[in-house]
């Protein structure tokens, strides 16, 4: 899917989505709140889109951004936070990361070209 990124496409995007965050004056963190298309209208799920590291160095750990989002989630009354690797340039590293904070690989995505 990295291969289908347009940098303008997603900047627009993200300056018109409701949920856009800096955390720890470090991380870009969008994300969305919905109920699946097979869930009940209350059973809402947090939806992380992207996860940007703006600041190249400081002490701000990654750990910030699972809190934020498991924060934002309980906030929001939300069932589930939903996290994913799709732009990642490290798929394992970054699942590794998530699962060190206690989310679980539930499924899998397949891509191919027609």
Known sequence: MYNLMDVDTAVEAIYNFDHAYIVADTYLVVYDISAPWFAKPQDTVLGELLVLRLAASGDTGFSVV????????????????????????????????????????????????P
């Open 66 to 113: 699972p809190a934020f989002l498991e924060a934002r989630a309980r906030e929001a009354g939300c069932r589930l936070a939903v996290v994913g690797t799709a732009l990642a340039k490290a798929d394992a590293a970054l699942a590794s990361l998530y699962q060190r904070h206690g989310f679980k690989a539930e499924a899998i995505t397949l891509v191919k070209e």
